[in-house]
């Protein structure tokens, strides 16, 4: 971000902008931090699974730290929809905290807790900070919270509307105690929670000093001031791309219940410094959990927009103003209450890819292949023989795309939820499980002029006296697209191996019964391949075969 870039839409002096503009995203980022410290799950401080932002005193997003784009994308829409429709603003007071998981309160799916927190000063609301968590286990018909089963909401978990779980100062243990009392792991949930609690007063602190530092207003200027420049630095970038009406669909395998794939249809609008993002004649919204509500639905469209246009700015609410989402209620894009939810993120994705891909009408020679289009979450609800319980929760990545340029990477995570890896070493410190395989999965990834990245495999040993496998798969049929003629990656596989037999298990899965000395066996798509296979250079082809990534 230049000075001369962000003083040239704003009357704020543009040194004191650049200056204080860092200092909102370094209070963001110390929220990070801080989650990342004290949290207790894997889930949050292994896999990342958590975001941390600082919205304006309306609740417009104006920084953010650098984790997961489909949390950030869209805790603004949730502020916004708590503010208009559950607590307005001149009820939060100083001390609150204001939590939900309700996605029909403008959350995304249950296990995802969002935590806001005004900050005042002599009385006036300068700002609110957000944290949002992905809880390890929030109740309901199977452990981490993926029923598999669920048809609608109510089977899949707590649910929270927006309510003050700390009240001036003051947290309500009654509701926190009614919270732990329904989730199967109390302690790691407290941990957590109290976790992103204790990030949120970081953030207040943060501004609260820059507030004494640079005054209310000047903070309020900057606010505006960096709205208005991301929303200028959107609009030049649409204009850099050529107006038209592109259109495109990927599709999802199914919800596990019925049978058929689900499609993801997408008109494209460009036309100036404005696009339009429409989704009428997509699926209707599933029995099963695969459904996104608006807020996801947007999410991934903002991720995909930003990731294709090009644009320099910082990433907040301005981006935004110059895109246009719709769809007709009550589709796969648009499930309307109590539709069940949980696995969202497998649409999710599957509506980033979709937008990319019209994208690559409109700019061919920047648009990768699709990359893997999944999150492989799944979940085991442990038994110990002593009658102890535990929850192993984790999340698995593919291959990306090739690009017109370039292969695609092997084993990295999409931008859209922006996950890690979290060590064999600390499951297994932690779970009875057994690592025997990780790694790059050999001819996964689609053949083309530039070869898509490689799948992962994944096998571990269950060493414990039972478990319930519960997986939120995707992709095993709907492989990641080509593009240019490049072949598509290959889908995914879900194995269970007792006693040398193989088992092959369906995307969506719940309560597998595992013993000890079972095998599971995950392996994740590759990346679509670009451009003609024929046109591939022999030494990169030779150089695949070398490095073991071919068969």
């Not at 603003?89 to 249950?110: I, K």
């Not at 807790?113 to 900070?129: C, D, M, N, S, Y």
């Not at 669909?249 to 997408?266: L, N, P, S, Y």
């Not at 292969?407 to 057994?434: C, K, V, W, Y």
Request: glycine share 12%; aromatic share 8%; proline share 5%.
């Amino acid at each position: 971000m230049s000075e001369a870039g962000i003083g040239s839409t704003s009357k704020v002096d543009p040194v004191l902008l650049e200056i204080v503009s860092h200092a909102l995203v370094s209070a963001a980022e110390e929220m990070s931090i801080t989650v990342w410290r004290t949290s207790r799950s894997t889930t949050v401080r292994e896999l990342l699974d958590y975001s941390t932002a600082v919205f304006d005193g309306e609740g417009r997003n104006i920084a953010q730290a650098a984790r997961m784009p489909v949390h950030l994308n869209s805790m603004e829409l949730c502020l916004q929809e708590i503010i208009a429709r559950h607590l307005p603003l001149e009820r939060w007071r100083e001390g609150d905290v204001v939590v939900t998981n309700d996605p029909y309160c403008g959350g995304q799916h249950l296990p995802d807790f969002l935590a806001f927190k005004p900050i005042f000063v002599e009385g006036a609301r300068i700002a609110i900070t957000c944290v949002l968590i992905h809880h390890v286990d929030v109740g309901g018909g199977a452990a981490g919270g993926y029923n598999a089963h669920a048809v609608e909401i109510f089977q899949e978990g707590l649910r929270l509307p927006p309510v003050k779980i700390v009240r001036e100062g003051e947290m309500q243990d009654d509701l926190f105690a009614t919270i732990l009392q329904n989730v199967r792991e109390p302690e790691t949930f407290r941990g957590d929670f109290l976790s992103q609690i204790a990030a949120l007063e970081v953030g207040a602190r943060a501004m609260r000093q820059l507030a004494a530092r640079y005054g209310v207003e000047t903070l309020r200027d900057v606010g505006e001031a960096l709205l208005d420049h991301s929303e200028t630095a959107m609009r030049a970038a649409l204009t850099a791309l050529p107006d038209g009406v592109y259109q495109a669909e990927d599709f999802v395998d199914g919800d596990g219940m019925d049978t058929g794939q689900k499609r993801i249809a997408v008109t494209l609008t460009i036309a100036g410094d404005a696009l339009t993002v429409d989704f009428a004649g997509s699926s209707p919204q599933a029995r099963g959990p695969i459904n996104a509500t608006m807020a996801t639905t947007r999410s991934a469209v903002y991720y995909a927009v930003i990731a294709a246009s090009g644009i320099e700015a910082t990433a907040n609410s301005g981006c935004y103003r110059p895109i246009t989402v719709s769809a007709p209620d009550g589709l796969l894009v648009s499930a309307q209450f109590p539709a069940p939810v949980s696995m969202r993120m497998l649409t999710g994705h599957r509506i980033a890819t979709a937008v990319l891909k019209a994208f690559a009408e409109a700019v061919p020679e920047r648009i990768p292949a699709s990359y893997y289009g999944v999150t492989f979450n799944h979940a085991v609800n442990i038994r110990h023989a002593d009658g102890r319980r535990q929850v192993y929760f984790d999340a698995e990545i593919g291959g990306w795309g090739g690009h017109p340029e370039a292969d695609g990477p092997s084993g990295l995570s999409a931008g859209f939820h922006n996950g890690q890896n979290t060590p064999i070493e600390m499951i297994e410190a932690i779970f009875p499980l057994r690592f025997t395989h990780y790694g790059f999965l050999p001819g996964s990834g689609g053949a083309g002029r530039m070869r898509g990245g490689l799948g992962l495999v994944r096998e571990w040993r269950f060493i414990a006296e039972h478990g319930l496998l519960n997986a939120s798969f995707d992709a095993f049929a709907s492989q990641p697209y080509g593009l240019a003629g490049g072949e598509p990656g290959r889908g995914g596989r879900l194995s269970l191996i007792r006693d040398g037999q193989v088992t092959e298990l369906a995307a969506k899965t719940i309560g597998c019964m595992l013993k000890a000395g079972d095998i599971v066996r995950t392996e994740t798509p590759g990346g679509g391949g670009h451009g003609d296979p024929g046109e591939r250079d022999p030494a990169a082809t030779a150089a695949d075969r070398a490095d073991g990534y071919v068969t």
